[in-house]
T-cell receptor, first 116, second 116 residues
Framework: DSGVTQTPKHLITATGQRVTLRCSPR?????VYWYQQSLDQGLQFLIQ???????AKGNILERFSAQQFPDLHSELNLSSLELGDSALYFC???????????????FGPGTRLTVL | AQSVAQPEDQVNVAEGNPLTVKCTYS??????LFWYVQYPNRGLQFLLK??????LVKGSYGFEAEFNKSQTSFHLKKPSALVSDSALYFC??????????????FGTGTRLQVTL
């Protein structure tokens, strides 16, 4: 158990809908990362938040957005869903020392999103 | 931009034999390299990392990795494979972002199959 929790584990929805994925980082970790894993795209970085602020952005679609709350949990919002958005969405967290992060990221179990 | 390559989609090895999972990287500055393992329907588990120092890095579950700067490689190794090592292995490189900005770029993954 990595200490990172994600809810829900599974989500089945229809095209055009909107969903929210939730992540709680390990205790003490200030950074939260979101990744998407799909068969055709592999494991892709979406976005990073550090202590409530966006820090790095990857190949995240405009239909997707995220935020990190004061208690450090994070939510990933996916809207106008398409069939191609079906994937496993991972959250990860890491600890920073001295303002820099060379530390490993710890991954949650993921949320499997199926868009029908 | 940084990248990693895992040239083998699958590696097959008999239990008790040594295993190697290959990874090469491309970065513009200092490489910060990681190995993760993913078991079916599970999140990614951190195995080991190279930041600086000794070229041979020891990690979890008896795994180690050899960093070779001249060959830009970071191969994962284990002296004696177990059937329970069968899983999907990912090599990753941290980006060159400054300070708290950080993301991992993953390879395509190598499936390790250990047989009796």
């Amino acid at each position: 158990d990595s200490g990172v929790t994600q809810t829900p584990k599974h989500l089945i929805t229809a095209t055009g809908q909107r969903v929210t994925l939730r992540c709680s980082p390990r205790s003490g970790d200030l950074s939260v990362y979101w990744y998407q894993q799909s068969l055709d795209q592999g494991l892709q970085f979406l976005i990073q938040y550090y202590n409530g602020e966006e820090r790095a952005k990857g190949n995240i679609l405009e239909r997707f957005s995220a935020q990190q709350f004061p208690d450090l949990h994070s939510e990933l919002n996916l809207s106008s869903l398409e069939l191609g958005d079906s994937a496993l969405y991972f959250c990860a967290s890491s600890h920073h020392r001295g303002g820099r992060s060379y530390n490993e990221q710890f991954f949650g179990p993921g949320t499997r999103l199926t868009v029908l | 931009a940084q990248s990693v390559a895992q040239p083998e989609d699958q590696v097959n090895v008999a239990e008790g034999n040594p295993l190697t999972v290959k990874c090469t990287y491309s970065v513009s500055g200092n490489p910060y390299l990681f190995w993760y393992v993913q078991y079916p329907n599970r999140g990614l588990q951190f195995l080991l990392k190279y930041i600086t120092g000794d070229n041979l890095v020891k990690g979890s579950y008896g795994f180690e990795a050899e960093f070779n700067k001249s060959q830009t490689s970071f191969h994962l190794k284990k002296p004696s494979a177990l059937v329970s090592d069968s899983a999907l292995y990912f090599c990753a490189v941290r980006d060159e972002g400054a300070g708290t900005a950080s993301k991992l770029t993953f390879g395509t993954g190598t499936r390790l199959q250990v047989t009796l």
